[in-house]
């Protein structure tokens, strides 16, 4: 009789547990993301398109709003349970009013390198000189004046900046290779063109993001409605967990992170393909999503540019630097 009874209690609960997992996955995740191909996104493309997500009982509605000044707007008019963006974006939209948030997490950021002609040895030797810039304002210029800053150069006082369209990247490298400007960031892909064209020892790396610190752009921070994290930290878990194992099939199954990293720039050629794949895995994507304070900081900093409320806002009063822990602590980050 007591067996019976045991095999009843056993039979219920496991029912209670499938009904519980049956109404968490009708609560649908709102999850917004810009900017949509950076690799630093790998292991969250990763973990949508295998099934991860829905494995861990997460019914997930995605959004991509189609550029940095919807995606603010999309945050500000609280459509996202969890934003994944670069940090400033996240900042902005608590700056202005919008949806307060807390950054839980980060896998990445957007991989450049400062360089300079061959002739300049060391960062003070740019004083003086002209330095390739975009656009004032845009997320590169502000990403090179921080560049600058680091290397102790005033971007303001030491250097003449001189902005070049993004769009005709062409003309940027070929200012820098004549000696129009003495340096300036470029992105990943460039190395590998220079390098490619032989042109890469007329030229002389200076830094680069990792070594600087600089760890923006490229759309990779974790933030989540504070609300939401306060009524489903579970869900927020749940989700994390599946970026955790995303991580581990991009160093793991390289076939599918490689099918991901071709979409991300237009007619990429197999060996580029193989170049960027390398970089972010070993370089740029961490082996865990934990939170990056830097980062949120320098995301106040970079906000606070163009909204200057935002620089009223403290880093370690909008993040939960404990959620990814838990996981590790809990065995739901280990793959």
């Known amino acids: 009789m007591q ?17 519980e997992t049956a109404g968490a996955q009708t609560d ?12 630093s996104k790998l292991p969250m493309y990763l973990a949508r398109d295998m099934g991860i997500f829905d494995r861990n009982g997460l019914k997930i509605a995605w959004t991509d709003p189609g550029s940095n000044a919807k995606s603010v707007a999309a945050l ?8 994944v963006v670069s940090s400033n974006q996240a900042i902005v939209n608590m700056a202005t009013g919008g949806t307060p948030m807390t950054f839980v997490g980060n896998t990445g950021y957007n991989y450049s390198v400062f360089l300079a002609a061959a002739s300049i040895k060391s960062a003070a030797e740019l ?14 210029d502000q990403l090179t004046r921080v560049a600058l800053r680091r290397l102790g150069i005033d971007p303001e006082k030491d250097v003449t900046l001189v902005p070049f369209d993004e769009e005709r990247n062409t003309d940027r490298v ?23 064209a032989g042109q890469i020892d007329r030229l002389n790396k200076l830094t680069d993001n990792r070594q600087l610190k600089i760890f923006a752009g490229g759309g990779a921070d974790y933030a989540v409605a504070t609300s939401f994290l306060k009524n489903r930290r579970d869900d927020v878990k749940k989700f994390m967990a599946g970026i955790c194992e995303g991580i581990a099939v991009a160093r793991k199954d390289k076939a599918k992170a490689l099918a991901f990293v071709a979409k991300s720039g237009r007619d990429l050629e197999p060996a580029k393909i193989e170049y960027l794949y390398k970089l972010y895995i070993t ?8 939170l990056k304070i830097e980062g949120i900081e320098l995301g106040i900093q970079m906000a606070g ?5 935002a620089g009223a806002l403290k880093a ?4 939960d630097a404990t959620l990814v822990p838990e996981l590790e602590k809990e065995g739901r980050c280990n793959f």
């Open 305 to 309: 540019l163009m909204t200057p409320s």
């Open 76 to 83: 500000k008019k609280g459509d996202a349970d969890i934003a």
């Open 316 to 319: 370690q009063e909008i993040v």
């Open 28 to 39: 649908t995740i709102r999850v917004v993301y810009y900017p949509p191909w950076n690799i």
């Open 127 to 140: 004083k003086g000189k002209k330095i390739g810039t975009s656009p004032p304002g845009e997320t590169p």
């Open 174 to 196: 070929n200012s820098l290779l004549t000696g129009q400007v003495s340096g300036m960031m470029v992105t990943a892909n460039t190395v590998y063109d220079l390098e490619k």
């Open 283 to 290: 370089e740029v994507i961490p082996a865990r999503p934990h």
């Open 3 to 19: 067996r019976l009874l045991k095999q009843i209690l056993t039979g219920l609960a496991i029912v209670l547990w499938l009904c």
